[in-house]
């Protein structure tokens, strides 16, 4: 299945930090490339990978499950780990998700945290039919280009298959029940507005993990993909400090 413009995945060769950065649900590596290009010229090893599903057509993303997207999420973390002397995992949305789930894993190994916009819940009222609909229905209208600035397009899906949203739902719940496992330093940076994932989320990940040193930022000019949003320049000033004050970078 050949590849939606700008979906393939990203990786740079950089110095002894490194940097895992994982797209959202029904997205892409396109979200995540600029953030990922930018931690690169700062000096860090940078892997953008593309889960599987994404990145090609919603019916693909319909034969995956969220153990499928970590499993892709833990190789890649794998493979920085055998070149860098420290990783951090970041991520958008269900990236995040799939990273705070790395962390509950790898406790030992990750060495920070950098989440924008993270799931662990919804508030949608249509949750609670998921479980039924999704033997009936195969898709919903996708929930993409949440975004307020003007000319973007983070290349996600027009449909939301309904199979791998419920299995995301599954993941969640594994996720809170481990939360108290997650120690790794926590930068969170949360959109003021944002019409995909609810404040709640934020503030139950920042009641709930176990890491001692927990930073809350909010973006005041972004919706959801806050990566391809006005606030990208906080995200970077923010993630390439976070990093900076935990291993200093050389130079």
Known sequence: MPLLPGAEAHQHDGGPVGALIVHGFTGSPRSMRP????????????????????????????????DDWYAEVDRSFGLLRERCESVYAMGLSMGGSLCLRL???????????????????????????????????????????????????????????????????????????????????????????????????????LANVASKQRTEVWLEDSYHVATLDNDFPVIVEQSLSFVHDLTPLPG
């Open 35 to 66: 953030w990922g290009e930018e931690l690169a010229s700062a000096g860090l090893t940078v892997s953008v990978p593309r889960l599987p599903g994404h990145g090609t057509s919603w019916q693909d993303l319909a034969l995956t499950r969220w």
């Open 103 to 205: 962390a509950e894993q790898r406790p030992d190994e990750v060495t920070g945290l950098v989440l924008v916009n993270p799931a662990v819940h919804t508030e949608r009222r249509d949750r609670f039919l998921l479980p039924y609909a999704r033997h009936l229905i195969k898709a919903f209208p996708g929930i993409v280009n949440d975004i307020k600035k003007p000319g973007q397009d983070e290349g996600g899906y027009a449909k939301m298959p309904l199979q791998p949203a419920y299995s995301l739902q599954q993941a969640w719940e594994q996720i809170k029940l481990d939360a108290g496992k997650i120690v790794a330093p926590l930068l969170l940076l949360h959109s003021r507005v944002d019409h995909v994932v609810e404040p709640s989320n934020a503030e139950w990940i």
